[in-house]
């Protein structure tokens, strides 16, 4: 059974930093390329930042491009994103997937992730 876990959510000032996690387990984390994307209330879940199986093919929304840090080890099966700059239209719920596309194509929508994790809460006080 494939889990994927999102860590390291919470409450920050405009401007602070945060580090989210996603943990995975039940899959080989190594074959799957991963992604965070997020969800504000009242809209769609967007896209945030893209990483491939080996950790290259880095691609982020221009949104948070500058600002955003996404990584992993895969010795740990652990994704994360460091978030610097953070402003208040970065409050979401922050979710992690995982795509076993494999190719150089970069995937941006969240019907081409084959499993989600239930989301991390981030919230960006004025």
């Known amino acids: 059974q494939v889990q994927l876990v999102e860590s390291g959510g919470g409450l920050v000032q405009a401007g602070g930093s945060l580090r989210l996690s996603c943990a995975a387990s039940?899959?080989?984390?190594?074959?799957?390329?991963m992604g965070w994307f997020r969800q504000a209330p009242g809209k769609e879940r967007e896209f945030v930042a893209h990483i491939g199986w080996s950790g290259g093919r880095i691609y982020y929304a221009d949104s948070v491009k500058g600002r955003f840090t996404i990584s992993r080890d895969n010795a740990k099966n652990t994704m994360y994103l460091q978030m610097n700059s953070l402003k208040p239209e970065d409050t979401a719920l922050y979710y992690c997937?995982?795509?076993?596309?494999?190719?150089?194509?970069?995937?941006?929508?969240?019907?081409?992730?084959?499993?989600w994790g239930q989301g991390t809460q981030v919230t960006v006080s004025s």
């Open positions: 997937a995982a795509d076993r596309r494999a190719g150089s194509y970069v995937p941006t929508t969240p019907r081409e992730y084959n499993y």
């Open positions: 039940g899959l080989t984390f190594s074959a799957y390329a």
